[in-house]
């Protein structure tokens, strides 16, 4: 079977590229970039979700597409994806929706995502993931000018996942059409404190690492530099009002690809030459 990936050169579409490889499906990786990066034996597409009329060739033939959420014409790139005939869509979303805070600017773009899909016609199947082990890599610079790394929300527990996990269940949910109508909640198998996460990488690495607790008034400060207002106060309503809650392990991936999730002790092992 044919896949369109989009999001080909992210945490999650580059493992999902590389899972349908090598489970011996056929894979056009969509980018707006020509000349991005792309796994071996993946069929590069060049077009974007926010222009569903750039999608046409993109679509020809796909059995499933793998897509992700936020773009600002969803409907009508669903709307293309029916009209092409695939048969199957699997939404990556987020843990945020199932509060249903439509006031909460990442939920709502998220929620809106789900609705589109559900509205589409299209078989579909969502995937809640929690955050991923991967936005740890944002630590690199500090651990790189000294031994000292500080982080927001320092007593908030998550369960974080490893992108690679996310796409084993996106790859089940696709190809084997036993997914459809349902939604994931989907976790890592261990609930860690952000100094946790730290502990794990010193010992990776050989180094004496401390952790700093950053203030909330520095951490907006920070954020605010980089994202608008109503994200970052999304996020504080997440970790420091405590609508969001990371901190349970779930079953579901075992239960769905048949083998236990990634611990951040292995998803550290796999990516320590990144903070070297």
């Known amino acids: 079977m044919l896949f369109l990936v989009t999001g080909s050169t992210g945490n999650v579409g580059r493992e999902l590229v590389r899972a349908l490889i090598a489970s011996g499906h056929d894979v056009r990786a969509l980018t707006r970039d020509p000349i991005s990066t792309l796994p071996a034996g993946a069929e590069r597409v060049v077009g974007d979700l926010n222009h569903p009329e750039t999608l046409t060739s993109a679509l020809a033939g796909v059995h499933g597409v793998h897509l992700l959420s936020g773009y600002r014409d969803m409907p009508n790139a669903l709307h293309e994806m029916r009209r092409a005939g695939v048969q199957q869509v699997v939404l990556q979303s987020s843990s945020a929706v199932r509060g249903g805070d439509l006031g909460n600017a990442v939920a709502r773009y998220h929620i809106l995502a789900?609705?589109?899909?559900?509205?589409?016609?299209?078989?579909?199947?969502?995937?809640?993931?929690?955050?991923?082990?991967?936005?740890?890599?944002?630590w690199v610079p500090q651990l790189r000018a000294g031994d000292v790394v500080q982080?927001?929300?320092?007593?908030?527990?998550?369960?974080?996942?490893?992108?690679?996990?996310?796409?084993?269940?996106?790859?089940?949910?696709?190809?084997?059409?036993?997914?459809?109508?349902r939604s994931y909640r989907l976790s890592g198998p261990e609930s860690l404190r952000p100094a946790d996460r730290l502990a794990v990488l010193a010992r990776a690495l050989g180094r004496e690492l401390r952790f700093a607790a950053q203030p909330d008034d520095e951490a907006r400060a920070e954020m605010s530099a980089t994202m608008p207002p109503e994200y970052v106060d999304a996020f504080f309503s997440f970790f420091v009002d405590g609508t969001l809650d990371e901190s349970k392990v779930l079953p579901t991936v075992a239960e769905i690809t048949g083998r236990e999730p990634?611990?951040?002790d292995q998803w550290v092992a796999a990516h320590a030459d990144a903070f070297r």
């Open 114 to 138: 789900e609705r589109a899909v559900r509205e589409s016609g299209v078989a579909w199947t969502f995937l809640q993931p929690n955050t991923f082990m991967s936005n740890t890599l944002q």
């Open 151 to 181: 982080a927001p929300f320092a007593e908030v527990r998550v369960a974080t996942i490893d992108p690679r996990d996310v796409a084993a269940v996106a790859a089940q949910a696709l190809t084997t059409g036993a997914h459809a109508g």
């Open 262 to 264: 990634r611990t951040f």
